[in-house]
């Protein structure tokens, strides 16, 4: 299994790092391709929005594996399936969902791949809130 900051030279289908809570995996390090690019993997699970948004320093490939994803990029909507690419550039508001009923697995691609550390702040910070949550709600006193 390869993590970590060692630059591997194949990445078998069940090597990665998981993002904490995420469904999300680390396939490529962006450290291992000198912060060229990263990929990860992961899986969307049915009726399920990555809310809009933007990255202002990396342009973002996403590529569905298998399954079926809703991807609107700068107001263009498209509903795509497996082996389709979707380009979302750097400064350009996109977002994603999974309208059906079916599990979609994705790959995302980001250049440069500056954007690993993005993804183990937030989920630290999910980790956090969904144990917060799982404590229930704190009474006032």
């Not at 440069?112 to 989920?123: M, Q, R, S, V």
Request: net charge negative; with cysteine.
């Amino acid at each position: 299994m390869t993590t970590g900051s060692t630059r591997p030279t194949a990445i078998e289908p069940d090597d990665g790092e998981a993002i904490g809570p995420l469904a999300m995996i680390h396939k490529v390090r962006s450290v291992w391709a000198n912060d060229g690019l990263s990929i990860l993997e992961g899986v969307l699970g049915p009726r399920t929005l990555i809310p809009p948004h933007t990255h202002s320093r990396e342009d973002e490939c996403s590529y569905v594996l298998e399954g079926q994803l809703t991807f609107d990029v700068g107001g263009s909507v498209v509903t795509v399936g497996p082996g389709s690419y979707i380009l979302k550039p750097r400064g350009v508001f996109h977002a994603f969902w999974n309208a059906t009923e079916d599990p979609a697995r994705v790959m995302e691609i980001h250049a440069p791949g500056t954007f690993d550390a993005f993804h183990g702040e937030l989920a630290t910070i999910l980790s956090g809130h969904l144990a917060a949550e799982e404590q229930g709600p704190r009474s006032a006193s």
